[in-house]
Each structure stands twice: as structure tokens, then as C-alpha cells.
């Protein structure tokens, strides 16, 4: 747990004059103690390759899994340029768990690039994190030091409304949030 000040630790946010976004950000979990996290890992050379956030993991009927996991073992194959992943609960008690592939030029999410995703995650990660569905998009969007907004997609297709499911002055590519606000609002 952070208790203390970090150099890397952000101050506040553009655009959030009462401190709000900052605070739901980092201090809502455990009041008090600052909770922000990242799968990383740290190269040979001494640098470090983000793979995603640590506070967005999977859990599928009890069983956790990191959303990198997915990435790593996805964007093997040659027709998935990148890929992003959520899990949401649903108000039932259900879990729609989604993948989103940006596909590599050329290629086509059809039934057999379909079924070896499926089977790519069943058998190098688990048969519980094979996703509901599998959705082709025009890009991944980021923020704009390269991390996938997992967490603010997610807040998209729960209906959170975009100016308060994200930073928009924080993201690489904002028109690319219109299609996952466009599936919240036709997905039943």
C-alpha cells in the first residue's frame, strides 16, 4: 500500500477544478491510501512494457485473470492487430465478458478466425475466460502514455456517460469511444 507521496504519483487532473475524477480514481477503494496498478514487465534492457491495469481483472465464476493474459496469448495470432478486454457485471448476476479485436489489414473476423481465438484462450489460458462474444472495432483506444482504458470502456457500455467515464483531454484517439458508447446503447 502507497501511504506516502510517490514521484510517479499523479497530483490531480485536468478539467476536475473539485478534485473529483482524482479522487474516484485513486482514493475511492481504500480512503486514504493511494490504489493505482499496472501488469508491466520489465525488459533486459531496463525499460518497462506495460501490458495493462492490474485493477481491471477478470472474474469469471471465482477465477481471476489478469486482462494481459488474454492480450499476450490473442495478439499471437497474425490477423489481431490488438485486442482489449472487459468483464462486466450484469444486474442480473450474470458476467458479459466481450473481446474487442482491431483486426491487421487484410483480415476478416469470420467464423474460423472466431473459433481459433476461442480455442487459443481455452487451451494456453482458461476455459472459463473464453469470451461471450468476440466484436470487431476500428481501433483500440489508449490514453496517451499507450495504456488500453479497460476500466473507462467498461464504464462506457455500463451507460456511465463519457464525460464522467473519462479524461477526454487523456485519450489518444476519442472518436474510437463513440463505438462502445453506440453498443451500450443498442446492446439489450
Known amino acids: 500500500m502507497v501511504t506516502n507521496p510517490m514521484p510517479s504519483m499523479p497530483i490531480r487532473f485536468w478539467n476536475d477544478p473539485d478534485g473529483s475524477r482524482y479522487h474516484d480514481s485513486y482514493f475511492d477503494t481504500y480512503p486514504g491510501v493511494w490504489r493505482h496498478g499496472d501488469w508491466i514487465t520489465l525488459t533486459s534492457r ?48 450474470g458476467y458479459w465478458m ?21 480455442k487459443t484462450i481455452r487451451t494456453q489460458l482458461s476455459p472459463r475466460h473464453v469470451p461471450d462474444e468476440i466484436i470487431e472495432v476500428p481501433g ?23 464525460e464522467k467515464a473519462v479524461n477526454p483531454g487523456s485519450i489518444d484517439n476519442l472518436d474510437l469511444l463513440a463505438h462502445y458508447q453506440e453498443l451500450a446503447r443498442t446492446r439489450p
Open 98 to 118: 466481450p473481446l474487442f479485436v482491431h483486426l491487421a489489414p487484410g483480415a476478416t473476423l469470420d467464423d474460423d478466425l472466431t473459433d481459433r481465438i476461442r
Open 140 to 162: 483500440i483506444p489508449h490514453t496517451l502514455t499507450g495504456k488500453r482504458i479497460e476500466v473507462p470502456v467498461k464504464r462506457l457500455l455500463q451507460g456511465t456517460p463519457l
Open 46 to 93: 531496463g525499460s518497462v512494457v506495460i501490458h495493462g491495469r492490474s485493477d481491471s481483472t477478470l472474474n469469471r465464476q471465482g477465477v481471476r485473470m489478469g486482462s494481459a493474459d488474454i492480450y499476450e496469448a490473442v495478439e499471437r495470432l497474425p490477423e489481431i492487430k490488438e485486442s482489449l478486454v472487459v468483464g462486466i457485471e450484469q444486474p442480473d448476476g
